[in-house]
């Protein structure tokens, strides 16, 4: 694309830095750490059953995987839970809880297993420790996009395979969000080819980790709150968590002034909403249609909400003295090689995968069959003119 292009949309003061920055190589790959499998059984909270009081009144509570200072990704939880309450008159009131408040970020999934609480937002991925198919739930390296994800979700077999993995945990999913393609996080230093990856200590969501592993990097699973400490205190070299507008308010920049794309792992990651399946059981029609459309309306709440955000965000940032740098095509083929030798391997040892990976991969490669040519060329289009 032309690069005056992209400066004249950036404007202000971090079109110099941009400018060098998208100078580089078109393409974009960048590796990523990993993320190991997510452990720490919640934190037992009280039990909290379903509480039905007078009048069909029900009181559920949520945990999130999130801080609160997110208004995106921990926003879409109260989105979702003031949509249920002026849908149901007031009568179903979710009380929506940050990271820690219940139970650690990596613990809902235990938490709504149990019956501790009925409901948790997360990033299934975290938990692919359990299973490889949860990330099939939120993103794999080389995957679908936002877009995609949410066809193969609601008009394909995703959602319908997702929930048949998800009934050996007693959970039924909705999907909570998206983030769209992702940034490739921040680095202390500059990657300048595959031999940049060795060794390279990363905070990674999920995963991700998996491929990094095979790249010689050494990935981290660290919640959005503790990421900061981490990259400050050199304990990692480098992380990501999504994207300008969540990177800004973490801090990022101020502590690691690389900045790549694209997140070659997080094309259209999902979020997801977990139900127990008892606390499912128990809902009226009425009541499972009003979590079902409050579930579809903060996913695209979301995705619309990053979208609005991330342009001024970036922005500001390269304005700060953030660089921008691209992944080199090398970082790039060589993390696509190891991402699908890597599906084939989970296939051979993981019937649930084998399934539900087949389908997806056929989807993918139908989506971007058709992608390819008016979506794509509209806006390559469009992103090289003067707006
Ligand atoms: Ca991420």
Known sequence: MDRRLIIRGVGIAGAAALVAACGKKEEAAAPAPAAPAPAAPPAAAPAAPAVVTGGGAIRWRLASSFPKSLDTIFGASEVFAKQVKAMSGGKFDISVHAAGELMP?????????QGTIEICHTAPYYFFGKNECFALGTAIPFGLN????TAWM???????LMREFYSKFDMISFPGGNTGAQMGGWYRKEIKSIKDMKGLKMRIGGFAGKVLERLGSVPQNIPAGEIY???EKGTIDAAEWVG???DQKLGFNKVAPYYYYPGWWEGGPQLDFYINQKAWDTLSAENKAIIESATAHAHVVMQARYDALNPTAL???VGAGTKLRSFSPDVLSAAFKESMALYSEIGTTNPDWKKIYGDYAKFRADQNLWFRFTEATFDRFMQSQKL
């Open 146 to 149: 936002s877009r995609q994800m």
């Open 105 to 113: 970020a990596f613990g809902v999934v235990d938490g709504v297993q």
């Open 315 to 317: 922005k500001q940032l």
């Open 154 to 160: 609601y008009e394909g077999n995703g959602l319908k």
């Open 229 to 231: 400490q981490a990259l």
């Open 244 to 246: 300008p507008y969540d």
